[in-house]
């Protein structure tokens, strides 16, 4: 094994440590105490205070069943953000996996707890309806805590792809990149790249041989890529300007760029002052 896949081992092993913590561990401790704090609170204002320990157990044990489900939901959620495609139709499936995280939460609490909890009830079964009910609000806050995590690791990982690509050895860095495609690492050389596009939480390289999706977002990308042959020109694009075969003039400062391979990539105002000595433009 090479010394790069050893350290890329060691830090891959290292995150999974680090999420076990963040998804199993750190975010319900913070809840359960948020949570009961909030109960004592209300408690007081509405002069129907309750037992701290008796509350303090009982949101435990609903946070419990969310620390055990905690890693199913991630990789849920992680694989509908890497999905691709729509913004807005990962967005609807994130928000419509509420309602079965609920029902799934709901039925491991009745199922585990209802020896303690339910003896009221005849059966689990019968418990579930009112544990819903009375915790649709704290569940709805706890499915929105393991998305917002999935999304911060989405980006870091994207992030952290390009960063990779900038430490790869020198002789092949000089005249390209080192790009995490399909699950495994790529060589694409600069002269190649015309220019690229996002797409979802990936970005398109388009290169005269074809279309690469790269795991990585456009900023972060753009950050490995000279300043002095490419160039951010919208932001959903970057191109490279020795590739720009022509300048269509839209007005207010927009444009189209019409590059060798064929494509057209607009130019917004917004990035056209950085291009401002670029001769194109003159």
Do not use: C
């Not at 970005?203 to 990585?216: I, K, N, Q, W």
């Amino acid at each position: 094994m090479t010394r790069t896949a050893q350290a890329l081992l060691t830090t891959s092993r290292r995150l999974r440590v680090r999420n076990l913590f963040l998804v199993g561990v750190l975010p319900w401790f913070a809840l359960t105490v948020l949570v009961t704090l909030k109960t004592q609170a209300l408690g007081v204002l509405q002069e129907r205070p309750q037992p701290f320990w008796p509350a303090l157990g009982y949101t435990a044990a609903i946070y419990s069943a969310w620390a055990l489900l905690g890693p199913v939901f991630l990789e849920s959620a992680r694989r509908i953000l890497a999905a691709g495609g729509s913004r807005h139709i990962r967005g609807a499936a994130l928000v419509l996996g509420l309602p079965l995280a609920l029902l799934i939460h709901v039925g491991l609490f009745s199922v585990v707890y209802w020896p303690v909890y339910g003896r009221t009830f005849s059966s689990p079964g019968e418990m579930i309806p009112w544990v819903l009910a009375a915790n649709m609000d704290t569940g709805a806050l706890a499915y929105a805590t393991i998305v917002a995590i999935a999304v911060l690791h989405r980006r870091r990982a994207a992030a952290a792809a390009v960063r990779e690509s900038v430490e790869a050895p020198p002789a092949a860095a000089i005249g390209g990149l080192w790009v995490r495609t399909g699950g495994r690492r790529q060589h694409v050389p600069l002269e190649a790249i015309e220019w690229v596009a996002t797409a979802g939480d990936y970005v398109e390289v388009h290169t005269g041989a074809g279309t690469m999706l790269v795991d990585s977002s456009l900023s972060a990308f753009g950050t490995a890529l000279p300043p002095s042959e490419f160039a951010r020109v919208h932001r959903t694009a970057i191109v490279r300007l020795d590739k720009v075969r022509a300048v269509q003039r839209l007005g207010r400062g927009d444009a189209l760029l019409e590059l060798a391979g064929g494509a057209t990539v607009r130019l917004s105002r917004r990035y056209r002052r950085a291009l401002s000595g670029w001769a194109a433009l003159g």
